[in-house]
């Protein structure tokens, strides 16, 4: 990690925590409503090129982050990492990279999983560089969970790098998380569990 990436993963969550932002909006699907086109059809492309089909994702709860390099939240890859090892048995993670705010993810795939891998030990997948804010390029995954025709209920799209949706055993969008909650705050805890 360079110094710069080193400061501003210190001092950014600081910084968020004192102005309030991206810290306390959680979603939730409390009226259970189903999606109408099933999470279980998208597939996506690794970043190693193969392809990774969601219909093997059955059974278990699956939290979807879109991350990047250079943000301030970026120390959040240990810590997905740690509530990865530690629920390995209930639940998948799933990193999108994407360069969507700020440049803040300028490395091509080979880059991003030597990054994540050498400074966090990112062993989850980690899927192609894409776009996962709304706009003509949306990937097909962030369009399932950003539209209500889709999912069900929700139109939040991510707010910044590090917004994690998650999808219960039956493929159901439970819950949208704002990039300033951990991964391992008690709520993200809690709906896992």
Known sequence: MTLGQKIK????PVIMSLTGKGKDKILYNRANKKPSASFYNLKFVLNNGN???FDQ???KKVLLVNTASNCGYTNQYSELEELYLQEKEKLIILAFPANDFKQQEKGNDEEIAQFCKINFGVTFP???KST??????QNEVYKWLTDPDKNGWNNK???????K???NEEGILTNYFEPG?????DEVKKAVE
């Open 57 to 59: 994702l059955k059974s």
């Open 165 to 167: 949706y998650l999808v």
């Open 181 to 185: 909650i951990s991964p391992l705050s």
């Open 126 to 128: 980690l899927m192609k």
């Open 157 to 163: 799209q991510p707010s910044w790098n590090f917004s």
């Open 9 to 12: 993963n210190a001092v950014y």
């Open 51 to 53: 392809e990774f089909l």
């Open 132 to 137: 996962v804010i709304k706009n003509a390029y």
